[in-house]
């Protein structure tokens, strides 16, 4: 069993508690004790939470279009999606925002890859003017640059 400080304590509700301040987890494993302690135990556990997000992540985005009859056509979705996924994810983590890089990938969609933004043209040059006062200029800007690195001159 291991004990975990209670973050966010709510009030009494008429019934006291037994224990006011810690709550307790347990955990069953039948990994031998001497190769895998109760720490890492509970890090292990918690990597597979990670992947569920990941699951549930997809699930609600491109995931949720499968099964369509086909075996090859719900294959060649699922590797798009798979890349979608990472390519979205890694274009959040590169916004070097904390926000955007624990974001679902709907969130990532809304604020950095649906731009609110025209294209023109002067003098054979493409210019993309974003709205004033957006709230992910500085995400996007952070992304832009780091992917369109211009040459450092010697």
């Not at 291991?2 to 019934?15: A, H, M």
């Not at 294209?119 to 993309?128: E, N, W, Y």
Request: hydrophobic share 45%; glycine share 2%; aromatic share 8%.
């Amino acid at each position: 069993v291991r004990r975990i400080p209670e973050l966010n304590p709510s009030k009494d509700s008429g019934q006291g508690t037994l224990f006011d301040s810690w709550r307790f987890h347990a955990v069953f494993t039948t990994t031998d004790a001497a190769l895998l302690d109760t720490v890492a135990a509970d890090k292990t556990h918690r990597r597979h939470a990670i992947i569920e997000n990941v699951n549930a992540d997809l699930k609600a985005s491109a995931l949720a279009h499968l099964p369509s009859g086909v075996f090859n056509a719900n294959a060649a979705w699922l590797v798009c999606a798979a890349m979608a996924f990472n390519l979205t994810r890694a274009a959040a983590t590169l916004t070097k925002s904390a926000d955007l890089a624990r974001a679902t990938t709907a969130t990532i969609r809304r604020k950095l890859i649906t731009v609110p933004a025209r294209i023109a043209t002067s003098a054979r040059r493409l210019k993309l003017h974003l709205p004033t006062g957006w709230p992910w200029e500085t995400a996007w800007t952070a992304l832009y640059n780091t992917l369109f690195a211009r040459p450092t001159t010697v």
